[in-house]
């Protein structure tokens, strides 16, 4: 975090510090950010402490920043918003659904946002249809890869995995043509985990290890292609344990001109039978440029998984260090 003295004193400037802090993965110095942004009474500053709090886990303390938020007489669309979607990802549903149409309420809202989330609230509830018709009264074209993969996401919670793949149909040829804004591409790599998980439940595993790779590449956390990775290889265990495994490596190029490439840091978290086994999944799931330069250090026990697919669970995005 940089220091007290060297940050904005203004609440926009502030903020922008704040949301830095977040993509550099310090979110408790974003959240304390936010409680300065706060005492300068700027609302937007709860926002960035449900953020910081949503990131560390501790969704009973988003919730709680955010109806903090919207107990103001003055609050607005964006803060129900906000609270809509921490209800949502921590399980309170109906308060979700209430915050969001409190948002849609108010005449100056992104209307398209906030459909978007309400569609994903109804995947989450199971309400496959509603979700459906939410997506299809978003009318922003900005939206447009958001919609895709908020579709497909409540066509796979379903089951219905032909749709998924007549859905996304074409997906290939758009990543090779332009991979979209850098809006697009979460939800992109999400679109292709999708359309993994879908080959994978239709029998064509290796298509859906290779769209997996895509996404992967496009987001490196992408939860969704992660799940088909673990469904495409097929390998289930009774025994399994769940462990904890950190990799260095050296990126593949400069991330500035003239420079060094930097050494980099990831953890895995993976289901295997065997430490040696965990560590060969989370090698194998790296880029195929990066694999000359990987270590690997002891992979560590953190108890006995569920049954089910082995493989790589969730995973850090890549930490840099000066090479």
């Known amino acids: 975090m940089a220091e007290a003295d060297t940050l904005p004193t203004d609440p926009m400037g502030l903020l922008h510090a704040g949301y830095e802090a977040l993509e550099a993965l310090d979110a408790e110095a974003a959240a304390v950010i936010g409680r300065r942004v706060v005492e300068l009474d700027e609302p937007a500053g709860f926002e960035l402490i449900a953020q910081a709090r949503m990131r560390q886990g501790r969704g009973d303390d988003a919730v709680a920043a955010m109806e903090q938020a919207v107990s103001s007489a003055s609050a607005g669309w964006s803060a129900w918003n906000r609270l809509g979607v921490v209800c949502s990802e921590t399980g309170r549903l109906e308060r979700a659904e ?9 005449s100056s809202a992104d209307t398209s946002a906030v459909r978007v989330n309400l569609a994903m609230l109804c995947t989450r509830r199971g309400m496959t249809e509603q979700a459906l018709g939410w997506c299809e009264r978003v009318t922003d074209r900005a939206w447009e890869a958001t919609v895709g993969q908020v579709r497909a996401g409540a066509l796979a ?44 439940h239709t029998g064509q595993g290796e298509q859906a290890a ?78 195929e440029e990066l694999r000359g330069s990987l270590e690997a250090g002891k992979a560590r026990d953190e108890g006995a998984a569920e049954t089910g697919y082995k493989g790589v669970t969730s995973c850090s995005g890549y930490m840099f260090q000066p090479g």
């Open 210 to 287: 290779g769209f997996a790779r895509i996404a992967l590449a496009l987001r490196a956390t992408c939860d969704e292609a992660l799940e088909a990775m673990r469904e495409a290889c097929g390998e289930r265990t009774e025994r399994g344990r769940c462990y904890h495994v950190l990799v260095r490596g050296r990126w593949h190029e400069p991330l500035e001109p003239g420079g060094k490439a930097p050494i980099f840091l990831r953890t895995f978290h993976v289901v295997a039978d065997a430490p040696e086994e965990a560590v060969r999944f989370a090698m194998d799931l790296e880029r």
């Open 98 to 106: 209430q915050a969001f149409r409190r948002a849609l309420d108010d």
């Open 157 to 200: 919670a379903a089951g219905r995995w032909q749709e998924v793949l007549e859905g996304t149909e074409g997906l290939a040829e758009r990543l090779e043509a332009d991979a979209g804004s850098p809006m697009d591409r979460e939800p992109l790599a999400r679109l292709c985990g999708l359309r993994a998980r879908a080959l994978a």
